[in-house]
């Protein structure tokens, strides 16, 4: 069944939303990467869009959703970026433990960016 599709349920992008935002919150890359996509697509608010696909990268969404965040980054501002790092981490903060604010820096600064839930929380 899925929402986004319509199968097997009528179509519904709320409920869709609202199914991925729950998983998201259970840290589900793919439904941050989905939040991401409709963040960027529909909502056309890029910083959510970076939220989402710097997150689904955390919890292991691997290339797919670097390879998005960088594309939506590469269209933001410097202040943009500053508040996509900051809901970011607040956000892994309130549902996951470790320090992702290290990690961040990197991408701020267009270096390569890392993967937080393999970083060594010391």
Partial sequence: M???TGLG??????????????AAQQGDASAHIK?????YRIMQDKVEAFK?????EAFGGGDKA?????LVAKEMTDAQLI?????????YEEYNAGDFKVC??????RRPSCNPVQTDPG
């Fill in 9 to 22: 349920v009528p179509k519904d992008r709320s409920k869709a939303f609202s199914w991925n935002f729950e």
């Fill in 104 to 109: 961040l820096q990197f991408h701020f600064f």
């Fill in 66 to 70: 670097a390879e998005k965040r960088e």
């Fill in 35 to 39: 939040l991401g996509s409709f963040n």
């Fill in 2 to 4: 899925s929402y986004e």
């Fill in 52 to 56: 989402h696909y710097s997150l689904g």
């Fill in 83 to 91: 508040k996509a790092h900051e809901l970011t981490t607040e956000w």
